[in-house]
């Protein structure tokens, strides 16, 4: 199975910044993916981030709030832009391994924005 | 549209006593199940999928099409199931986008 690592783990931000949060797989895989985790809820797909091309983004999300890079197959990052409290949440990371057909999560990153 | 829904947000059992967590599902075509779980402190981990078929930890789960369910079950809970059990969904094989269920906490009591 694929290791993901997350970096920041957490962090706390002010309104109207961004952050932009890393994932770092141990092997190239080819699809990646950015997930939500909102306080009390389940997770929800931001977006399909791929190696080479623009992001895939979900209903709801866009582009210039969560810009997403994928410069190769084992690193990608996702930016939280003009935050606001809403978007506190954390932020998963997966991978998929096509050998066993299964998604992997990175730890997560907790955000919290005052 | 995909939905996973999960009714009960907390599930407590004591040790020994089994253990079923619900999942319904919402998808038009032949969709691809799974339990996933979260232990305190760990990361969101695969527990099992409807095509494998197999029993992982004493969990099994079977896909009811009829019923439009995949329930998580457990003949004898153990202190170490204790953990959080999300059900998810991917409807369109080949994109892999998962839609979760809301999860369900469950705790054994000793």
């Known amino acids: 199975s694929a290791v993901i690592s997350q970096k920041p783990s957490r962090d706390i931000c002010q309104r109207g910044t961004s952050l932009t949060i890393q994932c770092q797989v141990d092997?190239?895989?080819?699809?990646m993916f950015w997930y939500r985790q909102q306080p009390g809820q389940s997770l929800t797909l931001i977006a399909t981030?791929?190696?080479?091309?623009?992001?895939?983004?979900e209903s709801g999300f866009v582009i210039d709030k969560f810009p997403i890079s994928r410069p190769n197959l084992t690193f990608s990052t996702l930016t939280v832009s003009n935050m606001s409290p809403e978007d506190s949440s954390i932020y998963l990371c997966?991978?998929?391994?096509?050998?066993?057909?299964?998604?992997?999560f990175g730890p997560g990153t907790r955000l919290l924005v005052l | 549209a995909q939905r996973v829904t999960q009714p009960e947000k907390l599930l407590s059992v004591f040790k020994g006593a089994p253990v079923e967590l619900k999942c319904n599902y919402s998808?038009?075509?032949?969709?691809?199940l799974f339990w996933y779980v979260q232990y305190s402190r760990q990361r969101l981990q695969l527990l099992l999928r409807?095509?494998s078929r197999e029993s992982i930890k004493g969990f099994t789960a079977d896909l009811n099409k009829g019923e439009t369910s995949f329930h998580l079950k457990k003949p004898f809970a153990q202190e170490e199931d204790s953990a959080m059990y999300y059900c998810?969904?991917?409807?369109?094989?080949?994109?892999?986008?998962?839609?979760f269920g809301k999860g369900n906490q469950v705790v054994v009591i000793p």
């Open positions: 997966s991978v998929m391994d096509w050998d066993a057909e299964t998604q992997y």
């Open positions: 092997s190239q895989v080819t699809m």
């Open positions: 981030a791929n190696q080479g091309s623009e992001a895939t983004y």
């Open positions: 998808y038009s075509g032949s969709p691809e």
């Open positions: 409807h095509i």
């Open positions: 998810a969904l991917n409807g369109c094989r080949g994109n892999n986008r998962l839609a």
